[in-house]
Structures are given as C-alpha cells and as structure tokens.
C-alpha cells in the first residue's frame, strides 16, 4: 500500500521552463492537496481539490495550476519556472468526512530548483 | 481569514525537561485543530486532533478558545522527540488545512 506517491522527487528546471509534478493517491480519498514548504515560511497551500472535478486557490496559488485528472491523481504545472518556485512540494490527500476533515496523508515531497 | 502562528522557529530543550510548543490560531468560525509532525527523513504525519482528546507519545494539547491557543505539551522530553512541528487549523467546509510556519525542536541529550 504505497498511499500518496510523487513523482519526480528532485527536479533542475532553467527559469521559464514549465514541468508537471505528478501526485497519486490509492487509500480512495475525495479531497487533495498541494502545498510548498520554504525555510521560515512553514507549508503554505497552494491549490486544494476537495473532490473529483473541484480545484480551489490556497494562499499562493500564482504560476501554477493544477488539474484533478480522477479521484486518484492531483498534478500541479508550473508554465514557466522562476526562482521564487525553488520549495519543496508536498502533495496530500484526505477523506472528506467531517469526522476525518483535516488528517492528512503527505507524500515523500518533490524538490525543485529554478536557475 | 484563518491564520495559525508559530512563535518559534527553534526551541531547544534537555531531554526530561517539559516541552511546550506554542500555537496560536485566528479563525471566525469554529476551529478544528492539529499537530502534525515531521522527523528527518520520514513524511509529515498527523500527530494528534484537539477533537480526539488523547495522548499521543506523550504529547497532548488542549483547545483554549478565550486565548485561541493550542499549544503542545509534553512533561517529559526525549531524544526522540527531536523534530519539526506544524500547528494546523482545518476550514473552508472541513477541507482547506492551513498550517503554521512549524517549531523545530530540539531535544539536547
């Protein structure tokens, strides 16, 4: 049972080139997530997808998108990379019950630099 | 909006002496509060849920909603317990989780 799977784990990327990160879930939760974590600034959210057809903003969702491609995977794209992007990623996933709201699954992260 | 805020980036202790990781939250509705916890190498994972009042390695916290505080307690530290701590309030209909900027702790042998 892997649960939520990135892929890749460390990416080089020149400033204005665009990548997809990929994220997979297989505990058959409805909600998803995507956050970054710098230095100091903690995990900050990026785009949330609480079910199967739904993407809403976090608290930094400039240069990028997401797209909810089924229940089980959750990709966020960066059009065109710029150094600000340099983070770890972290994808997550949850059930939507409100009884489970808030506990989290996270994957092992996505570490990207921009040049 | 909801914001949750972490005083300290780094707090450091010797091991048996009590920990006290500090969260304080800012939220009109009503909260519903976590600690997460992250150990170097392994994926963050919940540590426990204000809801679920239990124990967890130790660790409790209590929801003080007059100070909007839901800070982690721990009486005894131990080596172990060297790791980075995030506070995290759940909203936006039960599923936007927004975190604090974490606690790193450091427990001195």
């Known amino acids: 049972n892997a649960g939520v799977t990135q892929t890749p784990k460390f990416q080089v990327l020149k400033t204005g080139q665009s990548m997809t990160l990929q994220c997979a879930q297989d505990?058959?939760?409805?909600?998803m997530y995507w956050y970054r974590q710098d230095p100091g600034m903690g995990l900050r959210l990026i785009y949330y997808?609480?079910?199967?057809?739904?993407?809403d903003k976090g608290e930094v969702p400039n240069g990028y998108n997401v797209s909810r491609l089924n229940k089980r995977e959750f990709s966020l794209r960066l059009e065109s990379a710029a150094p600000s992007q340099t983070s770890v990623y972290f994808c997550?996933?949850?059930?939507?019950?409100?009884?489970?709201?808030?506990?989290?699954?996270f994957g092992e992260g996505s570490r990207l630099t921009v040049l | 909006a909801q914001r949750v805020t972490q005083p300290e980036k780094l707090l450091s202790v010797f091991k048996g002496a009590p920990v006290e990781l500090k969260c304080n939250y800012s939220?009109?509705?009503?909260?519903?509060l976590f600690w997460y916890v992250q150990y170097s190498r392994q994926r963050l994972q919940l540590l426990l849920r204000?809801?679920s009042r239990e124990s967890i390695k130790g660790f409790t916290a209590d929801l003080n909603k007059g100070e909007t505080s839901f800070h982690l307690k721990k009486p005894f530290a131990q080596e172990e317990d060297s790791a980075m701590y995030y506070c995290?309030?759940?909203?936006?209909?039960?599923?936007?989780?927004?975190f604090g900027t974490g606690t790193k702790l450091q427990v001195i042998p």
């Open positions: 204000h809801i």
């Open positions: 997808s609480a079910s199967e057809g739904t993407t």
């Open positions: 997550a996933s949850s059930e939507s019950r409100v009884t489970r709201a808030g506990e989290l699954f």
């Open positions: 505990m058959n939760h409805n909600s």
């Open positions: 939220y009109s509705g009503s909260p519903e």
């Open positions: 995290a309030l759940v909203s936006g209909g039960y599923q936007k989780v927004t």
